[in-house]
């Protein structure tokens, strides 16, 4: 499994693994512990946000090239110091957004680089909410624009508190600096922008092409299921080819497919779905089979059979009965 951030401040909630899937709710998952603090019960109040003092960036000054950052000039403001270095074009982010990043973290005294995402060459995928991220973050990053690096400078306050992370060498006093590179974000009206691929057999579902966010179409042929499992793109992303260690964010839906009926998705519901493959593996084992190999950007029609299904095991009382074939589309927004 991938390295987790440092950043985090606590596991994400919405963790979905489809282990309630006949309910029509999603059970949490829990992932590997966070190295870094839970957030606090009781939340600070918003900081007052600063032009500087911020640290010059020495190297690296293009959009998503890793940079060189100078020792903090002298003492940090106590505030929270915000500046857009490169100005983006693309969708303004709005807190509860998720945001996919690059980003190099040093603290302020020191210069000493504690995390970045530069090197893993996989950057960031997480929720701008409370809980989730240090609130340095949500603070700074809330109505920036897509396409944009910002610089802040965190004081404890806003960052790891009084405990620090010892982990990542940062004391308690630490003022820490961050240069955060805006990649992208996503939220729950977000869809798949692939290029459309034909469907042209009759004997498997149509998924609808929509890219407003809604939920898409799936018509199931009056036909019985295929006995295997089958993964088709119906918007063919342009991203890297998922890896079957790697979580997801996403837009889902799901339908059984003698019924037609719906059984779950996350379209309406205000939320996008984020889940381990691995972990998927022990719920609906042929959807991460389906999945594994796929582009992201995409929207991916998978039909899983009984056995790589629930079986004869199903939810109860819901659509998925003993024996139900199940049909998913899946836009996957981004790899985690």
């Known amino acids: ?32 512990p966070s190295p870094s603090p839970s957030a606090s019960a009781s939340a600070p109040p918003p900081p007052k946000i600063v032009d500087g003092p911020l640290p010059a960036i020495t190297a690296g000054t293009k959009f998503d090239e890793k940079p060189t950052v100078a020792k903090g000039p002298g003492e940090p403001s106590k505030d929270l110091a915000v500046k857009t270095v490169i100005a983006g074009s693309g969708r303004t982010v709005a807190e509860n957004d998720f945001i996919q990043a690059n980003y190099l973290g040093q603290i302020w005294s020191t210069a000493k680089v504690f995390d970045n995402s530069y090197d893993r060459k996989s950057p960031l995928v997480i929720q701008l909410a409370q809980g989730s991220i240090i609130d340095g973050w949500r603070y700074a990053l809330a109505g920036r624009k897509t396409g944009s690096r910002v610089q802040i400078a965190v004081p404890p306050t806003w960052g790891y508190g009084k405990s620090g992370n010892a982990q990542a060498g940062i004391k308690g006093t630490d003022t820490l600096v961050f240069v955060i590179d805006v990649i992208d974000s996503f939220n729950s009206k977000s869809s798949a922008k692939g290029t459309q691929v034909p469907q042209t057999d009759a004997a498997l579902p149509k998924v609808g092409t929509n890219t407003d966010g809604q939920a898409p179409s799936i018509s199931v042929p009056k036909t019985a299921p295929p006995k295997k499992l089958v993964s088709a793109y119906v918007l063919e992303g342009d ?46 084992k042929g959807l991460p089979q389906g999945l594994t190999g796929k582009k992201v950007g995409s929207r991916v029609l998978v039909v899983v059979p009984p056995d790589l299904a629930y079986g004869n095991n199903p939810p109860s009382g819901g659509a998925i009965k003993k024996g139900s074939t199940l049909v998913f589309s899946v836009d996957i927004l981004a790899a985690m």
Not at 4 to 17: F, K, Q
Not at 251 to 279: A, I
């Open 1 to 32: 499994m991938r390295r987790r951030s440092l950043l985090l401040a606590a596991v994400p909630a919405g963790l979905a693994t489809l282990a309630g899937c006949g309910g029509g709710k999603s059970d949490s998952g829990k992932a590997a």
């Open 239 to 284: 991203g890297p080819e998922l890896k079957a260690d790697q979580a997801i964010l996403c837009q889902f839906k799901g339908v059984v497919w003698d019924s037609g009926k719906p059984f779950e998705q996350t379209y309406g519901s205000g939320r996008l779905s984020q889940f381990s493959l691995e972990q998927m593996r022990q719920v609906v």
